[in-house]
């Protein structure tokens, strides 16, 4: 690394043109974004609306057998949406037009297997066309998700569904104006109603639709509109469901391994540096924990501590970030939703509200043909169309900050010009403290946008080094900020005897309650682990006594402890390391079934005494790279042991890529004892495994 520093001889003059209109500019190197790829990332945040027939039957995959009668939202109000979506600082919603049970959410002219066979505005209704028209209102882009696997329509599987499928897309892309993106889901293939067929029916994804005739036909009516997902897209997924990027993210992939099977999706969340196409990555998540509205989650919203993780690791890690908003059975995004929303609002406008770079005095190792246009003034200036550029084959760079007296920064942003590309590969951030240089991070990409956390500390200059690159880098933006202290939530946890356990960061307390009310430090002070074996709902708070913070609070729900509960008999393996699916702790599990012994495997457990049950949970293994995840299931209870009923079965949809705690609602019942039977499995293989089995009272 370069030691001497050249001077910057014009520092203050802000160009207001861009770099790229001089004559020594820097060349593109390697791929880079489109124009519309280009607007698309500079949205970062929108919405996603999950809302259709299987909010009324309480589904996450409808099986395409559902009526469409069952439709009908009592307070339907788009505007609704698009007021909260616009409050939280989204730029669009994305909405499910069509979900796999095939039920549209416009009066498609091609099935009638819609809403105008559903009572909502007596079937005269048009959800997509009212939609279009809130998003208008309000500022915001509208984009469609069609899903190419139809578990309804009786051609699936055959060549004639694709004209099905395409007529429906030139219907979506025709009739409500700009789409800024067409989302098309990975799920195709599978069993389904299929026209009263009910049966399996397996495509290949990669060549059953001929995605470059539908991306063809797309991009004749709306040259517009990105398209994301399967196929040639111009977006990839970021290849989990939790809204969360990997460290180092490149907006490059090898496509065309990808479209020949050659590419896992656990690729996805860093993108390959030596991609042939810039395939940039969005983070797609639900605020709750399913896709659609079930009202048992209605306090499962994710944490505000979560969803602050969520943004920094998805639009601070060189992605976009797609949030879930499912609408309610009224036709309402939740209030407890919108609640939390505005938490996040509030907490990531503090974090940013006072840039600390602005007027330090700035000085770089390298400035491109020592031309001033291409100083590091430019990372500073608050113009997206500037940028510090260094010569081509400087790989290697420094940009350091003074500031006038010393500051506290906890936050760093960077942005590479990516019109040119990405090129850096890896980074290092210091600050001089008492007259020496301490490094307080080392990163590896960049890309449009990368926001670190750091541990706040007080500083009398900042220094960025870029450490390697693929050519001469183009840095647009270097941002600090001095974000408030967050306090994060205590974790709870009860195991089956009843005891309760609470945790929180060092140097907080802890202040609980156990009547429901909102805790405050007036509160129980958390000094030692307790029993409490009743039903219960617990709410805590981490405080910090020095600065007088305190966390979100945390709500934990629990029944009547398991101390009494026990695995009386399982179809296959140990049946004393069984006992791990009772004990409390999602954190150990146990595994059942093999090729030997194949599914569907049995689990009997004695609750004790009987109770009231209206449902039951299923927490898959936490733990591990392959988590042998149930797919399908039957649930029986019984108050002896020897007469059963069947309370529940079906799939756990969509566990593959959301492998979170299932909740299945039924009847109220009496019983004693369940009987869990996994009957099939995620993939090809015998073997199942269970982290807890619950019931809801």
Not at 214 to 231: C, E, N
Request: hydrophobic share 35%; net charge neutral.
């Amino acid at each position: 690394m370069k030691k001497i520093f050249l001077s910057l001889c014009l520092f203050g003059i802000i160009s207001n043109a861009s770099s790229q209109e001089f004559a020594n500019a820097p060349k593109p190197f390697g791929p880079v974004p489109t124009q519309k790829q280009m607007d698309w990332q500079e949205m970062e945040f929108y919405a996603f609306v999950h809302f259709s027939l299987n909010t009324f039957t309480n589904k996450e995959w409808g099986y395409g057998d559902e009526s469409p009668e069952l439709f009908n939202p009592s307070q339907l109000d788009v505007r609704q949406w698009a007021r909260v979506v616009k409050e939280a600082g989204m730029k669009g919603i994305i909405l499910v037009a069509k979900h796999h049970d095939g039920f549209c959410l416009w009066p498609s002219a091609y099935t009638e297997r819609s809403v105008k066979n559903s009572p909502w505005e007596n079937g005269k209704g048009d959800l997509v066309k009212e939609l279009a028209a809130a998003c208008k209102e309000y500022g915001l882009k509208l984009g469609l998700y069609l899903s190419p696997w139809d578990r309804n329509h009786p051609q699936y599987g055959k060549p004639e569904y694709i004209t099905y499928f395409r007529n429906q897309l030139k219907e979506l892309l025709t009739n409500y104006g700009d789409v800024f993106e067409m989302w098309f889901d990975g799920a195709n293939g599978g069993d389904g109603y299929y026209g009263g067929a009910n049966e399996t029916r397996k495509i290949n994804s990669l060549t059953y639709y001929n995605w470059d005739e539908t991306y063809k036909l797309i991009y004749d009516i709306a040259p517009k509109t990105l398209v994301w997902g399967v196929g040639p897209s111009e977006a990839r997924w970021i290849g989990n469901e939790e809204g969360r990027a990997g460290k180092t993210n490149w907006s490059l992939l090898r496509q065309k391994d990808e479209l020949a099977g050659k590419v896992h999706y656990t690729e996805f969340m860093s993108g390959h540096e030596d991609g042939e196409k810039w395939v940039p990555g969005e983070a797609d998540v639900s605020i709750r924990p399913g896709w659609f509205y079930h009202s048992v989650e209605d306090d499962k919203v994710r944490s505000l501590d979560e969803m602050v993780d969520i943004y920094y690791e998805s639009i601070g890690r060189n992605a976009t970030l797609l949030l879930n908003l499912p609408v309610d059975k009224r036709g309402l995004v939740h209030e407890n939703d919108e609640a939390r929303l505005k938490e996040l609002v509030a907490t990531i406008k503090a974090d940013f509200k006072t840039e600390l770079l602005a007027g330090t005095q700035v000085q770089a190792s390298n400035i491109r043909a020592n031309d001033s246009n291409f100083g590091p003034q430019n990372v500073s200036d608050g113009n997206k169309n500037t940028y510090w550029a260094t010569d081509d084959k400087v790989k290697e760079a420094t940009v350091e900050f003074t500031f006038k007296k010393p500051t506290t920064i906890n936050r760093v942003l960077l942005q590479e010009y990516i019109k040119l590309g990405q090129r850096v590969k890896a980074f290092s951030i210091e600050v001089k403290v008492d007259g020496q240089w301490k490094t307080i991070a080392n990163e590896t990409t960049i890309g449009y946008k990368r926001i670190l956390r750091l541990d706040r500390i007080t500083a009398t200059a900042l220094r960025v080094n870029i450490l390697d690159a693929k050519a001469g880098f183009v840095i647009s933006a270097i941002e600090a900020y001095n974000a408030p202290t967050f306090v994060k939530q205590p974790e709870v946890s009860r195991d089956k005897n009843g005891l309760v356990t609470i945790k929180s960061e060092e140097g907080t307390s802890i202040y609980y309650t156990l009547d429901g009310k909102t805790p405050s430090e007036k509160s129980t002070l958390y000094k030692s682990p307790f029993v409490y074996n009743k039903e219960v709902e617990i709410k805590a708070i981490a405080r910090n006594s020095k600065e007088k913070i305190n966390s979100a609070v945390k709500t934990a729900k629990y029944g009547v402890s398991k101390e009494k509960w026990k695995v009386i008999s399982v179809s296959s393996g140990d049946n004393k390391l069984a006992e791990r699916i009772i004990d409390g702790d999602a954190n150990t599990d146990w595994s059942f079934g093999n090729d030997e012994n194949k599914l569907p495997q049995t689990v009997v457990i004695d609750m004790g005494e009987l109770i009231s049950i209206k449902g039951f949970t299923y927490m898959p293994q936490q733990v591990g790279n392959n988590l042998n995840l149930i797919s399908n299931y039957e649930l029986y209870s019984s108050v002896d042991s020897f007469y059963w009923d069947k309370e529940s079965e079906g799939e756990f949809s969509n566990i593959k890529h959301n492998p979170i705690e299932q909740t299945i609602s039924f009847r109220a019942v009496k019983a004693r004892f369940l009987k869990f039977v996994a009957t099939a499995a995620v993939g090809k293989g015998q073997t199942v495994s269970i982290a807890e089995i619950g019931v809801v009272e």
